[in-house]
């Protein structure tokens, strides 16, 4: 199992996930950086994203949609705040449908050839993260870090 743990914390609004990879810092970094790994694994397995602009330094905006099982496509954008590649990042993450949410990224390597990544989103407010986490945010989360470890597979192949 990739994702090792997930854990909601409602008085600082926080959800942090908690996910372990064998590859290295650099490799994991590439799933965010390059665009075309990214929509590999970025939305749950039904829900497939394309990106459309990918421009991933600090003031910079990512932009992309997840197309759903019927067809239907929902638009996503992310406006990046701060990056340290290949450890980390920041972003602000926001759709029509959701108010926009807080997203740090650190990627560590651990002893033994392991890369740890924590996701830390930070809710504007408890109510948000009530109807977030009711709406399957932490299910859709954890089922799109779930593909990483077969993408990196594919790529190390």
């Known amino acids: 199992m990739t994702v090792t743990s997930v854990h909601k914390d409602p008085e600082a609004r926080t959800m942090t996930l908690t996910a372990e990879f064998a590859a290295t810092a650099a490799g994991v970094w590439q799933l965010w950086a390059d665009p075309r790994r990214l929509e590999r694994w970025w939305g749950?397995?039904?829900?497939?994203?394309?990106?459309?602009?990918?421009?991933?330094?600090?003031?910079?905006?990512?932009s992309y949609f997840v197309t759903g099982p019927d067809g239907e496509r929902s638009p996503g954008w992310w406006r990046v705040l701060a990056v340290t590649a290949p450890y980390?990042?920041?972003l602000e993450l926001g759709d029509p449908g959701i108010p926009a949410l807080l997203v740090r990224v650190g990627i560590e390597e651990r002893p033994g050839g392991a890369t740890r990544m924590v996701i830390v989103t930070t809710f504007p407010t408890a109510g948000a993260m009530d109807q977030l986490i009711g709406?399957?945010?932490?299910?859709?989360?954890?089922?799109?870090?779930?593909?990483?470890?077969?993408?990196l597979g594919y790529e190390q192949a």
């Open 88 to 90: 980390g990042l920041e």
């Open 44 to 62: 749950p397995p039904t829900h497939p994203a394309t990106v459309v602009e990918h421009d991933l330094r600090p003031g910079g905006k990512v």
């Open 135 to 151: 709406m399957g945010y932490e299910q859709g989360l954890t089922a799109a870090v779930e593909q990483i470890t077969q993408v």
